[in-house]
């Protein structure tokens, strides 16, 4: 008997000081595990773009911004809304009568010593345009406001979690009190484990016969939830025991109680964890955890013991009656008076949040991590401000779902490979020509079912989303007869065969149909194989690569006849790169998906630079993109134009030869969109660049695309515009049929205008 109490005295000493090391180290490890945080990008607010006052207020309170009236001093977080005189009043600044309100406020990163210069306001006018925006003070004009650039996500490692630290001063007492007296109403007495609450959670458990009642203290569950694993044997709550009372020893109660608020699991967003009152508060109530009232606290406390069993909007029943058990406990303490729980419990039930884009932002956050491996930068402890435009981001994934599920449904053809068990994929890029950010990144239908980012690592054949190079190789080019090519130049689209290398190659016109002699253009904005084809070999095969090159594409191209229709393959991410390029008249804004990234002690370690290279002469490719809007306007994709859709826009539609891959790139004067529809497995669908992904273009720009006015592109010095009437476009062959135009509007190099 007495060699049995040395042994386990030895074993209990051993085990006091073996898992106090253990304990003090993860403790060390995990106070100093700093979280990767993303953010997305903040609302951006430029003159000449259009936004309602009252969607400017909804987003501001939204982030639980203040209202203040137009002449009060404003603090971090507080915004105005004043009519015209009222903000001419404030911004010391006379305004016209078209100008009818303004919406003012300052962020709240902002540092209070810095309040006065960093007083951002919109004025718009009364068809919500805006037409001037400024900062102060003294107010001035700027090109561009921000708002709060609003917390997406955070990693610890590869874990996705949600979580915002929070003092135990900044948490109301009601909220400790709810939570003690829920999981452990004797948390200020005992020493880290009570033997009261193991023998009555015992004795209920022989009662019933089974596992009815736990008997963790707060400490425990710390300790569980911080330092152990989730599994139940019997060494682990040995070790959960001594650890608590070791805890206990060496924290305060403030301190436990602190940390308990701050790791506790709270449920789940998506794929990413609720970790603690902080997060908790701003996901299911969209609060500060300081602004919680007593009904608040009281759901919060009942969440906590099974996330998933009382989530209130998922099992709103079961949160309803736990959270009445608790403020029935707090009431039996005498921490509240049953008056206050009466009316905290007739409190309603805060509604699901509208959370954008759950299902494709990861694929964002994927071509984030994978920029950031690029510049050799390590996320760990970094704080990473993206360009991701959630609102953006939302509508392409809806827009890109809604199609391949109504191909699916309605395409005879693609609903008899569904049933065979294939599902059709896509992808969407999004980029500002100006800036070259990327602002929506879809890598497929859902992240859930694969992880496969089709946008960022998608190596697919571009088809004839190669001939706007073709055809800009040309325009920097002379005929064989040494004149100019211009958009005019005419072409021969007949067959024809070329040898290559002891190959014989001969492009088909879709449908097999050719139209003879036609101008460029008209060419080029129905995609006619042969007439591209031959002029690609005319202008020089390794030209068309070199510009290629120039304007963004990095894949390796040979200098093969087919590469004059797309026969090889790029990724998605090329094509916006290279169009962008295009649509910034041969400026190359370097795309990047990160806006700037700080380190933990907030020093930029990166910063995105906007400033672009001038890769060819603007004019040049001025006369490229008035040829590319013939397309839009009564080309393979005039779809856009009868849809709606009247930006000025230009594009091209894509589709390889063997029907495996189906693009669409397009672009404004101020963003480029890019999509890609087609099978991970490479099956063959039948579908072209106009049937397949052109209508998730038009969806998406109907929504997004008229954020900004219907400008023209800004054509350069160097060009002239010229009108053709329809005796000359029937003179050059370039009316063939109904859909063909009787005036036609296009930009040539000056000293080539006919």
């Known amino acids: 008997m007495t060699l049995v109490i040395i042994t386990g005295l030895g074993i209990g000493v051993y085990s006091y000081f073996s898992l106090e090391k253990e304990m003090t180290q993860k403790l060390e490890s995990k106070k100093f595990l700093i979280p990767t945080e993303y953010y997305a990008a903040p609302a951006s607010f430029t003159a000449h773009t259009f936004t309602k006052i009252d969607d400017l207020e909804a987003m501001f309170v939204k982030d639980s911004f203040r209202k203040r009236t ?3 001093r404003l603090l971090p977080g507080d915004y105005f809304i004043a009519t015209r005189e009222e903000c001419s009043a404030r911004l010391q600044v006379p305004l016209n009568e078209e100008q009818e309100s303004c919406f003012g406020w300052v962020n709240k990163d902002v540092d209070t010593a810095h309040i006065d210069q960093s007083i951002q306001v919109i004025v718009l006018q009364k068809d919500n345009l805006i037409s001037q925006v400024f900062q102060g ?10 708002g709060e650039a609003s917390l997406l996500a955070q990693y610890i490692g590869n874990e996705p979690l949600m979580q915002k630290p929070v003092t135990l001063g900044e948490v109301p007492p ?3 009190n709810a939570i003690m007296s829920i999981e452990d109403a004797q948390f200020l007495e005992h020493g880290g484990v009570s033997y009261k609450g193991i023998f009555r959670a015992l004795l209920k458990n022989l009662t019933h016969g089974r596992t009815a009642q736990g008997g963790s203290t707060i400490t425990q569950q710390l300790v569980k939830n911080y330092f152990l694993s989730s599994e139940r044997t019997i060494k682990r709550k040995f070790n959960e025991f001594i650890m608590s009372i070791l805890l206990e020893s060496r924290f305060s109660k403030d301190e436990i109680l602190e940390t308990y608020l701050n790791i506790i699991y709270m449920g789940q967003n998506g794929s990413f964890q609720i970790r603690g009152y902080g997060a908790a508060a701003r996901y299911y109530f969209n609060k500060d955890v300081t602004e919680l009232d007593l009904s608040d606290c009281s759901l919060l406390a009942a969440i906590v013991n099974s996330p998933g069993l009382y989530n209130p909007f998922k099992k709103p029943v079961n949160a309803v009656n736990r959270r009445h058990l608790v403020l029935e406990k707090m009431k039996g303490l005498e921490f509240i008076t049953a008056e206050q729980a009466d009316v905290a ?13 759950t299902e494709t932002a990861p694929y964002y956050l994927d071509a984030v991590r994978k920029q950031m491996e690029t510049l050799k930068i390590s996320p760990e402890g970094m704080k990473i401000y993206t360009a991701l435009d959630l609102q953006a981001q939302q509508v392409a994934q809806e827009a890109l779902r809604g199609q391949l599920d109504n191909l699916e449904k309605n395409n005879k053809y693609i609903k008899g490979l569904k049933e065979k068990g294939n599902t059709l994929e896509g992808s969407v890029l999004v980029g500002d020509n100006k800036t070259g950010l990327v602002s929506v990144v879809v890598g497929g239908r859902n992240y859930r079912m694969t992880q496969f980012n089709r946008a960022i690592d998608g190596h697919r054949q571009v088809g004839s989303i190669m001939k706007p190079f073709v055809y800009l190789t040309a325009l920097m080019n002379e005929t064989p007869e040494g004149k100019p090519y211009t958009p005019i130049t005419l072409l021969k689209d007949e067959k024809f065969t070329t040898k290559y290398e002891g190959q014989s190659w001969s492009p088909d016109n879709y449908g097999k149909q050719y139209f003879g002699t036609v101008p460029m253009f008209f060419a080029l904005k129905n995609s006619l194989n042969a007439a591209t084809a031959s002029l690609g070999i005319a202008v020089g095969l390794g030209n068309i690569v070199d510009i290629a090159h120039k304007m963004g594409v990095d894949s390796e191209l040979k200098s093969f006849p087919s590469v004059t229709l797309g026969a090889f393959e790029m990724y998605p991410k090329e094509v916006l790169q290279s169009y962008m390029t295009l649509a910034n008249l041969g400026k190359k804004n370097q795309i990047s998906f990160i806006r700037k990234v700080l380190n933990g002690e907030n020093v930029e370690v990166f910063v995105h630079d906007p400033k672009g290279e001038q890769v060819e002469d603007p004019a040049t490719v001025a006369s490229l993109v008035s040829m590319m809007k013939q397309t839009v306007l009564s080309g393979t994709a005039r779809s856009v134009t009868l849809s709606g859709f009247l930006n000025p826009a230009a594009g091209k539609t ?12 397009g672009f404004t004067p101020y963003m480029t969109t890019v999509v890609w529809v087609g099978y991970d497995n490479n099956l063959s ?18 929504k997004v695309g008229v954020r900004y006015p219907a400008d023209d592109f800004p054509w350069p010095e160097g060009t002239e515009k010229v009108t053709l009437d329809e005796a000359t476009l029937q003179a050059l062959g370039a009316i063939k049929g109904p859909n063909d135009p009787k005036s036609v509007e296009l930009i040539f190099r000056k000293g080539t205008e006919p």
């Open 685 to 702: 669908h039948r579908l072209t660049g106009t049937s397949g992904p052109l209508p998730v273009w038009i969806n998406f720009m109907k």
């Open 345 to 357: 419990d007739r409190v309603p039930l805060p509604s699901a949040p509208v959370v954008l884009a």
């Open 137 to 146: 003070s003294p107010f001035h004009e700027v090109p561009s406001l921000n």
């Open 70 to 72: 137009y002449d009060q």
């Open 654 to 665: 894509g589709t390889t030869s063997d029907n495996k891959d189906a693009w669409f790139g």
């Open 174 to 176: 009601m909220c400790s």
